[in-house]
């Protein structure tokens, strides 16, 4: 099976800050890969398909990027609503998730 | 806009089977227009996919878990069920259902059900 690997496990940050998490799939997975944000309590929220097509209503701060084995989640200009946890899911070969990186305020 | 709703007990004894129904709103689960699918997670953990089910009443099940579990529909009452034989307290977590649009082979998961907590105890 398809083992994905995010990394940093835990992200500080501020207000305004741009940051990236990186996601790394165990073999290739061309650009099927899927990022969701997750906050307390509820359930996980689609934002971005197919490695880099923004899901509708998504702010265009966030962007994704990548493909075979590395992706990567961009959010530009982080606001206080942007601090959840995130995770990525590749769906070449059944479905699994990354562990989740957990953005926090610095 | 299709919205998803889990139901079920809360709490499941160890060795016995867990049973969960997802009743959808908002649209026909037998439009063929999403998979229904089963995602759990662990308190403080990351999400598994379990399994999914589509309007023709075919299934696939993640390999790790597909010998204890069973998914069927009930278009009568829109509303899609999971089965999970044999539970242990590893099976404890909360249980989310979700729609995969079927044009995009159903591959990621949106919408969700606000999901169900279900604990295996004795």
């Known amino acids: 099976d398809i083992q994905m690997t995010q990394s940093p496990y835990t992200l500080s940050a501020s207000v305004g800050d741009r940051v990236t998490i990186t996601c790394r799939a165990s073999q290739s997975i061309s650009s099927s890969l899927a990022w969701y944000q997750q906050k307390p309590g509820n359930a996980p929220k689609l934002l971005i398909y197919k490695a880099s097509t923004l899901e509708s209503g998504v702010p265009s701060r966030f962007s994704g990027s990548g493909s075979g084995t590395e992706f990567t989640l961009t959010i530009t200009s982080l606001q206080p609503d942007d601090f959840a946890t995130y995770y990525c899911?590749?769906?070449?070969?059944?479905?699994?998730f990354g562990q989740g990186t957990k953005l926090e305020i610095k | 806009q299709v919205q998803l709703q889990e139901s079920g007990p809360g709490l499941v004894k160890p060795s016995q089977t867990l049973s969960l129904t997802c009743t959808v709103s908002g649209g026909s689960i037998n439009t063929g227009t999403y998979y229904w699918n089963w995602i759990r997670q662990p308190a403080g953990k990351g999400l598994e996919w379990i399994g999914r089910?589509?309007?023709?009443?075919?299934?696939s099940y993640n390999p790790s878990l597909k010998s204890r579990v069973t998914m069927s529909l009930d278009t009568s009452k829109n509303q899609f069920s999971l089965n999970l034989s044999s539970v242990t307290a590893a099976d404890t977590a909360v249980y989310y259902c979700?729609?995969?649009?079927?044009?995009?082979?159903?591959?990621?998961?949106?919408?969700w059900g606000q999901g169900t907590l279900v604990t295996v105890s004795s």
């Open positions: 089910i589509y309007t023709s009443g075919s299934t």
């Open positions: 899911q590749q769906y070449e070969s059944y479905y699994t």
């Open positions: 979700g729609g995969g649009e079927a044009g995009f082979g159903g591959n990621w998961f949106d919408p």
